[in-house]
């Protein structure tokens, strides 16, 4: 993922008062002050220049393969001088190692070790005179039971830059080119205070994206099979790790990059001040195939297994399928993350509950109520009470107790048994059917 000063060089900001007015009440509504918006300056190649040079350096890339990554670093930092803006370079390698798989050297896990006993032998060798430059190695591989070629080996092999490279990006130059574009956009997302997405085809996508990166947000519906989820971003004030929220919602702008008809509008700190930013599945952030992730947490691929080790695809009439019924609550979309059906018709929903903030969880409580599902099972995490003081911990129960529907509790993985059994309490057929 890009730095900072990997995107700074590409954003400028447009004033544009006759542009067209944002949506009331969108985070870009800013009362009719200012119209203009944050704009980068994406990497384009109309006239077919910047792709095969892509195509180059990674071939470059493969030939690297089994070299260090300080090796392959140099290589490409090399590259700068073959370009106009070497800014761009550095940004586009720093893609290219994001996208390369290292491992580290055999015996790195000795490095330290290896360290320790030689700097202990270098002790009794001091003061060092010419001539006995190995022999602190010497006796050091005599100790460790190697020899000294390999001392010298590990010496600092628990280095990043001694990492190998075991495989190169498989990806052709179109592809990398797509990527750091969009490694462009979420660089500049990195100083969002809220964002809002809109989409049409791919929301359950978004939706397991958002989920699967645990950001705050709310679903709001505006139209039929359309809707609109408002996300805080990393750079809101009452965000606690800004970084590590910041990676989170990257990675649903990276998935965003994978869907259609979506469009989105951000409140970006830029300069000391909030200034507008628009994205949308056009242009260099266009849509390719890649495949997306199955499930958005481990429990979730757990229960699914159970679900298919004991009862079958399809056992006792009831079939499991993942976050396809959206429930509207108030003006906002609560989507649970799976549904259980009956083949005569009864239906339950299951929502399970991990870890989540004492806000968020808060949250999620107030939006249960709200929605008043009798045939909602909550499955929750018991690890959600560690740690929380008696007081805090009653409350949580009790607000748990007093939901609709069903609730149950699981440690490690989701028992199956007495979630079936709860299931079988709350389904019922849906209204009109």
Excluded: C
Excluded at 332 to 346: A, C, N, S
Excluded at 365 to 373: M, S, V
């Amino acid at each position: 993922m890009l730095r900072r000063t990997h995107v700074q060089p590409f954003l400028r900001y447009v004033p544009d008062r006759a542009g067209p007015r944002p949506r009331v009440g969108s985070v870009l509504d800013d009362g009719g002050e200012d119209l203009g918006t944050l704009q980068v300056d994406y990497l384009t190649d109309p006239r077919n220049v910047v792709r095969p040079f892509l195509a180059r350096v990674l071939r470059l890339m493969r030939r690297l393969e089994g070299s260090s990554r300080r090796t392959v670093e140099e290589a490409l930092r090399r590259q700068q001088r073959r370009v106009r803006d070497a800014r761009r370079m550095d940004g586009l390698a720093r893609t290219i190692l994001s996208l390369s798989r290292f491992r580290a050297p055999d015996g790195a896990h000795r490095a330290a070790e290896v360290r320790r006993e030689l700097h202990e032998r270098r002790g009794e060798w001091w003061p060092p005179v010419p001539g006995d430059e190995g022999a602190p190695y010497q006796a050091a591989a005599e100790a460790l039971a190697m020899t000294p070629g390999q001392v010298r080996e590990l010496l600092f092999a628990d280095d990043p830059g001694a990492r190998i490279l075991v495989r190169a990006p498989r990806l052709s130059a179109a592809a990398l080119l797509h990527r750091y574009n969009v490694d462009l956009a979420r660089g500049v997302l990195l100083d969002a205070v809220e964002m809002e997405v809109e989409a049409g085809e791919g929301w359950r996508d978004l939706f397991r994206m958002v989920k699967l990166a645990r950001l705050m947000h709310e679903i709001h519906p505006v139209g039929a099979h359309r809707f609109r989820i408002s996300l805080t971003g990393p750079a809101a004030p009452y965000v606690l790790r800004p970084q590590r929220y910041g990676i989170r919602l990257a990675r649903v702008v990276l998935g965003l990059a994978r869907t259609r008809g979506w469009t989105a509008e951000a409140r970006v700190l830029h300069e000391g001040r909030p200034v507008p930013y628009r994205l949308s599945a056009s242009g260099p952030l266009r849509p390719r195939r890649v495949r997306r992730p199955r499930f958005d947490s481990g429990w979730e691929e757990d229960l699914a297994q159970a679900f298919a080790e004991k009862l079958g695809s399809e056992r006792e009439g009831w079939i499991l399928t993942r976050e396809d019924v959206p429930v509207q609550v108030g003006g906002r979309v609560f989507l649970p993350d799976f549904t259980v059906r009956h083949r005569d018709g009864r239906v339950a929903l299951v929502e399970i509950v991990g870890f989540w903030t004492p806000e968020y969880l808060d949250e999620k409580l107030r939006k249960l109520r709200e929605a008043g599902l009798h045939n909602l099972v909550v499955v929750v995490f018991r690890g959600l009470a560690a740690g929380r003081d008696e007081a805090s911990q009653g409350r949580l129960i009790r607000e748990l107790a007093a939901l609709p529907g069903e609730v149950t509790w699981f440690t490690n993985r989701v028992r199956i048994g007495p979630l079936m059994a709860a299931v079988e309490r709350v389904a019922h057929r849906p209204v009109g059917e």
